[in-house]
């Protein structure tokens, strides 16, 4: 079974600041990663989503990378702005599966002024 | 383009009554639907995948006869929850994709059963 795991759980930076957020999971035969946003009480925005045969994706300010054989993705942040304070989620779809997500515990950021 | 919508956004309901939550792909024709379960302060838990005109699949520890979905169309799904009880009030979020591509979220249902 897929486990997710995300690191760390709660995060608070100061504006300007770049800033990484870590995903490992158990089972490296998946079909692909994606990054997401949820602000509170709010549904998901997806940030960036990463094939299982690719090793980065970046969109504006963020950049994720995915290294499939150590089970682990990371989300990279640029100069960080207080409207990136949100909650941060990686999601893990299943080879094989339909693409069943699942979902990490998720990482909760602050970015203060 | 890749909109999902879902109605309504929230629900309160007396314990015992049926709720139904519809959600719609706005924009594209989708081939399967997700739907997820979000309680306070935890990670989306999947609960079934739905394909247009076929019967849904549900997770381990999902009860299929008190989350009936149905997917009548490729751009609506449907999750009802029957005789809703207070351990029930949650977060429901659905998701719409095609051929299992990437999931293209909806903006959430909260449900409060009294």
């Known amino acids: 079974k897929q486990e997710v795991t995300q690191i760390p759980a709660a995060l608070s930076v100061p504006e300007g600041e770049n800033l990484v957020l870590n995903c490992s999971f158990t089972?490296?035969?998946?079909?692909?990663l994606q990054w997401f946003r949820q602000d509170p009480g709010k549904g998901l925005t997806s940030l960036l989503l990463?094939?299982?045969?690719?090793r980065e994706q970046t969109s504006g300010r963020l950049n994720a990378s995915l290294d499939k054989s150590s089970g682990r993705s990371t989300l990279y942040i640029a100069a960080s702005q207080p409207g990136d304070s949100a909650t941060y989620l990686c999601a893990v779809g299943r080879a094989g599966g339909g693409n069943k997500l699942t979902f990490g515990t998720g990482t909760q950021l602050k970015v203060e002024l | 383009g890749a909109v999902v919508s879902q109605h309504p956004s929230w629900v309160i309901c007396k314990s015992g009554t049926s709720v139904k939550i519809e959600c719609r792909s706005l924009d594209f024709q989708a081939t399967t639907m997700f739907w997820y379960r979000q309680f306070p302060k935890q990670s989306l838990m999947l609960m079934a995948t739905s394909n247009e005109g076929s019967k849904a699949t549900y997770e381990q520890g999902v009860e299929k006869d008190k989350f009936l979905i149905n997917h009548a169309s490729l751009t609506l799904s449907t999750l009802t929850v029957t005789s809703a009880h207070p351990e029930d009030s949650s977060f429901y979020i659905c998701?719409?994709?095609?051929?299992?591509?990437?999931?293209?979220f909806g903006p959430g249902t909260r449900l409060t059963v009294l």
């Open positions: 990463i094939q299982s045969s690719q």
């Open positions: 998701s719409a994709s095609i051929d299992y591509d990437e999931q293209f």
């Open positions: 089972d490296s035969a998946i079909y692909n």
